[in-house]
């Protein structure tokens, strides 16, 4: 079974404030479980959401600069 974390738990995962979860479920970002009157976050939807905004670096042959 799939963990499901609290806000703060997903805060603290994400090292960021309550807020920004809580901003993500609002917005409808992220899937999220209600459990009663509770909110919470399965890991898995997470990890996703982590993977799928993790921006890959690219690989530059030595002694090219970036031109800006």
Do not use: Q, W
Not at 3 to 15: F, R, Y
């Amino acid at each position: 079974m799939d963990p499901l974390l609290s806000i703060a738990e997903a805060a603290e995962l994400l090292g960021t404030t309550e807020r920004f979860p809580r901003r993500l479920i609002e917005e409808r970002r992220i899937e999220y479980v209600k459990v009663g009157r509770h909110v919470r976050i399965k890991a898995s939807v997470l990890a996703a959401y982590i993977a799928s905004n993790t921006v890959k670096s690219i690989a530059r042959p030595r002694g090219l600069r970036a031109v800006a």
